[in-house]
């Protein structure tokens, strides 16, 4: 109880910016756990896939590639089955391969603007915070105020700072982390694309 009697003076202590600062903390947080949710989902069981789908290509068993695909409903068992539909040539494919990548990246991109928006937003309000507290510094100097009242000013300064700081540290782990997500999941993706093109590529060759 303590703790939170102290979190709450420190609140009010940074002023005025501290509201938005919170807002893109819980805004953080929000999209950290939609994000988690949604890279769960797609990457569910995504070992046991790949392998499915690497040994049915190797053995040219393209029917139960397809059905292993509709087993794992995620986003590169989409991207994978697009191009097993499409397989007439390399060329029509690879077209597939890569167009559906390129529409389940943006649901995989989906908020990572706004966690790096947050980034730079973030410290400019605690910058804010320290400009307007100083301005009250200054204005209680002008004031003749006493050394009590002048460090109230310069406390607020140096929460809003700190606040903000705190809160662009987290956006910031927390896009670096679903970037390299991503990064992960594309080039996996494309490996596996790879595996089963060749594959085909030997298909075509024997027909």
């Known amino acids: 109880m303590e703790g939170f009697s102290y979190f709450l ?4 202590s ?6 938005p600062l919170l ?8 999209i950290a ?3 988690f949710s949604y890279y769960k989902k797609n990457r569910r069981q995504s070992k046991k896939f790949f392998t499915g789908v690497r040994h049915a290509a190797a053995h040219q068993q393209w029917d139960m590639a397809g059905e292993i ?12 089955e697009q191009g097993l539909r499409n397989d007439q040539n390399e060329k029509a494919m690879r077209h597939a391969f890569m167009e559906r990548m390129a529409a389940e990246a943006v649901g995989f991109r989906r908020y990572l603007d706004y966690l790096s928006a947050i980034v730079t937003i973030a410290p ?15 204005s209680i100097l002008d004031n003749g105020a006493g050394a009590a009242a002048i460090t109230g000013g310069v406390g607020e300064a140096l929460v809003a700072t700190a606040s903000g700081l705190c809160v662009a540290i987290l956006a910031f782990c927390v896009y670096t982390y ?24 030997e298909s075509w060759g024997r027909a």
Do not use: W
Not at 14 to 19: A, R
Not at 23 to 30: E, F, K, M, R
Not at 124 to 138: A, D, K
């Open 178 to 201: 679903f970037s390299h997500q991503l990064d992960v999941i594309v080039t996996d993706t494309e490996g596996l694309c790879a595996d089963v093109l060749n594959a085909k590529k």
């Open 14 to 19: 940074g002023g005025i910016v501290m509201y």
């Open 69 to 80: 695909c509709q087993s794992f409903p995620t986003a590169i068992s989409r991207v994978v």
């Open 23 to 30: 807002l893109l903390s819980l805004i953080t947080v929000a």
């Open 33 to 35: 756990v939609e994000r």
């Open 124 to 138: 400019l309000l605690g910058l804010l915070g320290t400009v307007t507290g100083m301005i009250n510094t200054f």
């Open 9 to 12: 003076h420190l609140f009010h």
